[in-house]
């Protein structure tokens, strides 16, 4: 911890890992700890344990509190942290996190947010924190892409989440890859899908016809059988699949400077994809949107809390 005493530690819990860090009093991250015991793993409703574990192999005070966002708070998770209903203010959101009341140490875990439309109810928890360190980052209304296993697409209006749309993109990729009839060629693929110029001519394919999307998921299979490109399959699924979804979010906006909140394979992507269809972008990385969100977070939870630079 460089010798600093954290101001608090801010977790990202999710289904399938979590993420811990340790932050100063100015939100500089001290230390960090990253594990595979995201909701899905943890059967034994042990979620108190597995953070003080975390928080001991960081050296973390016995006092030290802690502010969650994601899946913890879910209905399966810790404690549920009942959604916040659009239009959400995303600097009120800690007004409405909920207290554990029986761990050892002061625990909050943010709220998500809900859409109650009967043509398009939805819900996202994590992303919302992520939208909070955007906009202390001077980044403020606007079109923002968070993609993932369940992309999300949300407008940002005044301040506050408006709409939202998610999408099974990443869910679909991998059991289309993994389980269907394409399972033969796109799992046998290699090298980053969004370099293949067939990627963006799957993009363009879908943007163009975007009705037919479905249709044309066979014919990746096809051209793999009559035209041996096979080793081409897992670019055209990919590019089908986030065009069919670019094209759904963006539809009648096509002036929109996208606000992609993304790292890695899926920056490259969706980048790839969004230049394919002609529209400008942004890109943040989620991990310190994140983490500027929860400081934000754990400052108006605290307020009065101050930590002094000792030397450890």
């Known amino acids: 911890m460089n010798g600093l005493r954290p101001f608090c ?23 960090e700890r990253r ?29 030290l509190p802690v502010v969650i ?14 959604y916040v209903e659009t239009p959400a203010r995303l600097d009120a959101l800690a007004d409405r996190a909920v207290r554990v009341e029986d761990a050892k140490r002061e625990i909050f875990i943010l709220p998500g947010i809900c859409q109650r439309k009967k043509d398009a109810p939805d819900v996202m928890r994590g992303e919302e924190t992520q939208l909070l360190g955007a906009s202390l980052d001077g980044v403020g209304d606007g079109l923002f892409c968070l993609p993932g296993t369940h992309s999300k697409w949300v407008n940002v209006e005044g301040g506050a989440v408006t709409r939202f749309s998610t999408f099974m993109t990443g869910e679909l990729f991998e059991l289309l890859r993994s389980r269907s009839v394409l399972a033969q ?18 993009v363009r394919n879908v943007l163009d016809d975007s009705a037919n999307a479905f249709g044309r998921l066979f014919s990746i299979r096809a051209a ?89």
């Open 35 to 63: 594990g595979a015991e995201g909701l899905l793993s943890i059967t034994d409703r042990g979620f108190g344990r597995v953070l003080e574990a975390h928080l001991n192999a960081l050296g973390a005070p016995g006092n």
């Open 185 to 202: 060629f796109a799992s046998a693929s290699h090298g980053p899908a969004e370099s293949a110029p067939a990627f963006a001519e799957a």
């Open 9 to 31: 530690a801010a977790v990202d819990w999710g289904t399938t890992n979590l993420r811990v860090w340790l932050l100063s009093d100015d939100g500089k991250v001290l230390d």
């Open 69 to 82: 966002c994601g899946m913890a708070g879910a209905r399966t998770g810790w404690l549920e942290a009942p």
């Open 224 to 312: 793999a059988l009559l035209e041996n490109e096979g080793e081409l399959a897992t670019a055209r699924l990919s590019g089908l699949l986030i065009g069919a979804e670019i094209a759904a979010a963006t539809r009648g906006r096509s002036n929109s400077e996208i606000r992609l909140v993304a790292s890695g394979s899926l920056a490259g992507a969706y980048a790839a994809a969004l230049e394919v269809a002609g529209l400008s972008k942004t890109l943040f990385d989620p991990e310190t949107l994140a983490v500027r969100g929860l400081f934000k977070s754990a400052r108006m939870l605290w307020p009065d809390k101050s930590a002094k630079a000792d030397v450890a």
